[in-house]
């Protein structure tokens, strides 16, 4: 959920000399994608693993689940790209595969990605293979108390060679707690789906 968002953030803030694995999973009332509800289930379960290497290459994938029995409700998604830092400013791209279940309106899609950053602000921007819609985001992180920290973001979503705009917002609040767990809280609104409110619990394992 708001985890994944985070993670797929630091990979294009940081271009590290080192390579580090990683796997999460967690649950949450609900997975939104860009400010819309992805699935009918009342808890969703949700699980991936990351690698980031040298250079700063990284790759990874990550899905999620409302049945076990009933894949059709759930979601994989695969992503690779670079990121490197110069003067303070980092700068990435990458690519996205999302594969779906069949009760979605399109069960798979590939998506193309640029991403800047300095300090705690992020600007991306996403174009689809084959529809060509894109969307732009930006975005903010912010750490305090130790163990906490929030984001904010806007995002804007534009179909191909159309004037419609359809605008998400989100703020995000996530808290360190015992044994490596995280919980988290995010509030979204978009113009179409109205307000949403989603809690979950997620714990990352470094290898």
Do not use: C, H
């Amino acid at each position: 959920m708001y985890k994944y968002l985070l993670v797929l953030s630091a990979f294009v803030m940081a271009a590290p000399s080192w390579a580090e694995l990683t796997t999460n999973m967690g649950s949450s009332t609900k997975y939104m994608f860009r400010g819309v509800k992805q699935s009918d289930a009342d808890i969703i379960i949700n699980g991936g693993v990351d690698y980031q290497g040298p250079m700063g290459f990284y790759a990874g994938a990550w899905g999620y689940t409302g049945a076990i029995e009933d894949l059709d409700t759930s979601e994989v998604n695969a992503y690779t790209g670079a990121a490197y830092s110069l003067g303070g400013v980092s700068f990435g791209l990458g690519v996205i595969r999302y594969e779906r279940g069949s009760d979605s309106d399109v069960t798979s899609n590939t998506e193309y990605n640029l991403n800047l950053s300095w300090d705690a602000y992020r600007l991306s921007t996403y174009e689809d293979d084959e529809s060509k819609t894109k969307y732009y985001e930006v975005a903010a992180n912010y750490s305090f108390w130790g163990d906490s920290g929030m984001t904010f973001s806007a995002g804007m979503t534009q179909p191909d060679g159309q004037s419609d705009e359809t605008w998400n917002y989100g703020i995000g609040f996530v808290k360190a707690m015992p044994s490596s767990v995280d919980f988290e809280v995010l509030v979204t609104r978009q113009d179409d789906k109205g307000n949403s409110l989603i809690l979950g619990l997620s714990r990352q394992f470094d290898w």
